[in-house]
């Protein structure tokens, strides 16, 4: 602050009253000359107003005569006037000084630095008259004084106390020693007024300049023969007052490690710290920022001690407290080596350590149960416990020593000493030729094993291998060859030693998959089913009798058990069974003297024969066709062979009705037979089955089967392909191809798309077993094919027996086996048989079921 208050620090304003109007006053204890000084008032708006009067000062004295005016007032006294610095002894020029007050115009008043400070805090002069005035004088202990009234007639006084001169004499001497000093950077008084200005906001010096101050202060003694000048700086800034740090009460240190942490003072500054009693060897208090602070390094172990810190300053001191304790450091970085039925443990060294103990205990270790762990003593920074128990789970920790001291304890660390193997067997394993298994873990409850083999060797695929992640013993692969049911040990080996377990294991030939049997004509059925992986040959066992708990080696004892051998294919059609009969079959795969297990059994019907085509008509060369089969090659033409053939010449013996050779039974909706067969459909199906008007099935006596009658009630299923199935015999029901019974659709590796659309039709009418019955499916083509009339059109079906039938196309369960995208169809406009997209959605489906 080297021009901080340069010439107004040593300037006041002093005036002495007057009588006949005019207002004088004495400039400080080193008079101002021709400083030019003039009075203003002051607007409403606190501005600054017309210039009253003007004069020249002489000697510190300023007059203002014949004012003629009371109020509120700006003096401006000017730059450039002479005077002698007190302290110093030079002349200098005097800066420009104010002061703002209510004049009375014969009254005393002063203009000084610290009503310059005060006009500089605001601009509304307004506000310094009624604030800021006070502001100030609060600021430089002068509280309930008017820094406008003050005159400093006698600078040597030595009590602050005596009168408002003295006070004021001492405050500017104070700041004028501050100026000659030089204490700080700030170059003019302008700066230090704007710095005072913004310090005195909050109507209260900052710290560091009462701190400046202080110093100034110390310098007054020769001078102005101030023996109070520590009273005054106590005055100003306080006594020192230390308060202990957050969480100090005990400050637990550690030997070796250095250490730093300082005492917050919120009083005056202190000069010199010490400590009651000494502090720990390896530490010291010093000064610090005007407050105390402990640092250094500690090299010897202190139990908790309470220390007094003392903070001393010329106006008294204080004191704080503060508990030390000095201790040897944890050991860090605990590791643990796994040995037989043993642990050797390492750590960092520690800082003042002659040595280690090392806690043991299979139960949890703190500090309040060490008395109940076992202990070892070592002198180095690892030690190795032994004895314990293998795969037993510990708990280790270690504190340092030094002499009888001991430290804190270390993290804990937990471990399981290691021991050999110790396997479980496990129950027999059967296996699919060919195919991967699901891996799985001989379980060891003792130590990990790093290896693992068989005795004898594991069947081709398969392999043995210790698991990194659990210790035990895992088996995984594929099988490649047969295996009978054989028992394997299994060894599990580490470095203590090795233990076996066994398992007895089998491969087998896969079950056959997706057999399914289809009824054909003149008391036929074939039988297909998947390929199995391995096998060179299949056998078909059948009967007319289930083979439910029937060992199959026993199939001769059922009705009709045969067993047919060295089928090569995955396919086979049996002749010449009892037609209208039902058969059992049961598939296995066979490769050399294996045989696998039995597929699922499926059931088919054979039928006798295909119907007729309803043909009767003769072709006659030129005259063209004929009702009385007549013409040329007529022996070989469709008229003169078959049922319908024998029905023309009326040698045809038919169970019920129907066209030519067809024989048509109609059936009620649990399946009985309805006493009145010649009937006919009533219109909008409002018949009854007593009248023999209405019926929900007509079985066919040729081929056996059971065919589903179509309804015209109600509305069509507005989506088929939806869960939400309404109305499911409705005539105006269309499908896309796939659903549930049709050909392959169960396959693991079926081909193409299959749709559910029609899978609720066969579910719903399974459900309310329709005509008594429970196995309704779609029909193969062949099966479809069977119903159609070729001697008639549009549609070419026996409405007398298939009312309702429609002109469509309908689907058959039979895939397209040249295109994955296809399907069989057959339409009944003209008796065309096609396949077509099994994604098209405008195709009928018609029911049937075999006995």
């Not at 004084?145 to 007639?153: G, H, R």
């Not at 010093?286 to 309470?306: E, R, W």
């Amino acid at each position: 602050m080297s021009n901080l208050l340069k010439n107004s620090l040593v300037v006041a304003v002093a005036l002495a009253l007057q009588s006949c109007g005019v207002s004088s006053g004495f400039l400080s204890a080193a008079p101002i000359d021709n400083a030019s000084c003039s009075i203003y008032n002051v607007t409403l708006e606190g501005g600054k107003g017309d210039k009253l009067v003007s004069t020249i000062s002489n000697k510190g004295v300023v007059e203002f005569s014949n004012v003629n005016y009371f109020g509120k007032a700006l003096i401006e006294c000017s730059a450039g006037g002479k005077y002698t610095d007190e302290a110093t002894g030079e002349e200098k020029q005097s800066p420009m000084l104010r002061a703002a007050l209510n004049f009375v115009e014969g009254e005393k008043f002063a203009v000084t630095p610290l009503t310059e400070i005060a006009v500089r805090i605001d601009t509304n002069l307004n506000n310094v008259i009624e604030t800021h005035n006070s502001t100030v004088a609060n600021a430089f202990g002068l509280s309930g004084k008017s820094i406008t009234l003050i005159i400093p007639t006698n600078i040597d006084k030595t009590d602050i106390t005596d009168d408002d001169a003295g006070d004021y004499a001492m405050v500017l001497a104070m700041l004028s020693k501050f100026e000659d000093q030089d204490v700080s950077n700030r170059g003019s008084l302008s700066e230090i007024m704007e710095a005072f200005k913004v310090e005195l906001i909050d109507k209260t010096l900052d710290r560091a300049t009462a701190k400046e101050l202080v110093i100034a202060l110390d310098g007054l003694d020769s001078k102005f023969k101030n023996t109070n000048a520590d009273k005054i700086g106590a005055d100003i800034i306080g006594v020192p007052l230390l308060t202990r740090l957050a969480n100090l009460s005990t400050k637990n240190l550690i030997i070796g490690s250095p250490v730093t942490f300082v005492f917050e003072n919120t009083g005056g500054d202190a000069r010199s710290c010490g400590s009651e009693p000494s502090l720990p060897n390896g530490l010291m208090v010093v000064l610090f920022g005007g407050s105390c602070k402990i640092f250094g390094t500690p090299t010897l172990l202190q139990s908790a001690t309470m220390h007094t810190i003392k903070a001393t300053n010329l106006k008294g001191n204080s004191t704080a407290t503060i508990s030390i304790s000095v201790n040897l450091d944890i050991p860090r970085n605990l590791k643990t080596t796994k040995g037989n039925a043993a642990v050797t443990l390492t750590w960092q060294a520690v800082n003042g350590a002659t040595g280690y103990k090392i806690y043991y205990s299979q139960n949890e270790i703190n500090a309040s149960n060490l008395g109940s762990a076992s202990v070892l003593l070592t002198s180095g920074v690892s030690g190795t416990v032994s004895g314990l128990s293998s795969g037993t789970f510990y708990h280790f920790v270690v504190a340092a020593l030094q002499g009888s001291a001991e430290g804190p304890l270390s993290n804990v660390v937990t471990t399981t000493p290691t021991g050999k193997p110790i396997l479980t067997n496990l129950p027999s394993r059967h296996f699919i030729l060919n195919k991967n298994i699901i891996a799985f873990m001989f379980h060891n409850t003792g130590t990990a094993a790093s290896s693992c083999s068989s005795e004898p060797r594991l069947p081709n695929g398969l392999i043995v291998e210790s698991n990194n992640s659990n210790g035990g013993c895992e088996i995984f692969g594929t099988p490649t060859v047969l295996q009978r049911v054989t028992t394997y040990t299994i060894k599990a080996t580490n470095a203590i030693g090795d233990d076996t377990a066994t398992i007895s294991i089998n491969v087998d030939l896969d079950t056959i998959k997706s057999l399914t049997a289809q009824s054909k004509a003149n008391a036929a059925v074939t039988l297909t089913w998947d390929t199995v992986s391995g096998a060179t040959k299949y056998q078909v066992y059948y009967a007319k009798q289930s083979f439910n708990g029937v060992n199959l080696s026993n199939y001769a004892s059922l009705d009709g058990g045969s067993l047919l051998q060295n089928i090569t294919g995955t396919s086979k059609t049996i002749a010449n069974l009892a037609v209208g009969t039902q058969y059992y079959f049961i598939v296995t795969a066979v490769k050399g003297t294996f045989e696998s297990g039995r597929s699922g059994e499926t059931t088919a019907i054979p039928v006798e024969m295909l119907n007729d085509t309803g043909i009767i008509e003769g072709g006659k060369y030129q005259t063209g066709n004929n009702d009385t089969c007549t013409g040329t090659e007529i022996s070989a033409q469709d008229c003169s062979n078959g049922r319908d053939a024998q029905a023309a010449a009326g040698t045809l013996i038919k169970i019920g009705g129907g066209k030519v050779g067809f024989d048509f039974t109609k059936l009620g909706s649990t399946g009985n037979v309805l006493s009145i067969q010649n009937a006919t459909w009533a219109t909008g199906d409002t018949g009854t089955e007593s009248a023999g008007t209405k019926w929900s099935c007509v079985r066919d006596n040729v081929t056996g089967l059971v065919w589903e009658v179509k309804s015209n009630q109600g509305v069509e299923d507005s989506d088929t392909t939806d869960n939400n199935h309404t109305n499911i015999h409705h005539q105006g029901n269309v499908y896309r191809w796939g659903g549930k019974t049709a050909i392959g659709r169960e396959n693991a590796n079926r081909k193409g798309d299959y749709n559910n659309d029609w899978t609720g039709l066969v579910e719903g009418t399974n459900a309310e077993n329709f005509c008594g019955n429970n196995n309704w499916r779609v029909p193969t083509i062949g099966e479809l094919y069977s119903i159609i009339d070729l001697s008639i059109t549009r549609p070419m079906i026996d409405n007398n027996y298939f009312p309702n039938a429609v002109v469509n196309s309908f689907w058959s369960s039979s895939p397209y086996v040249n295109s994955l995208n296809n399907a069989w169809l057959l339409e009944f406009y003209d008796g065309y048989l096609y396949n077509y997209l099994r994604s098209h959605k405008s195709y009928s489906v018609r029911l049937v079921h075999s006995k």
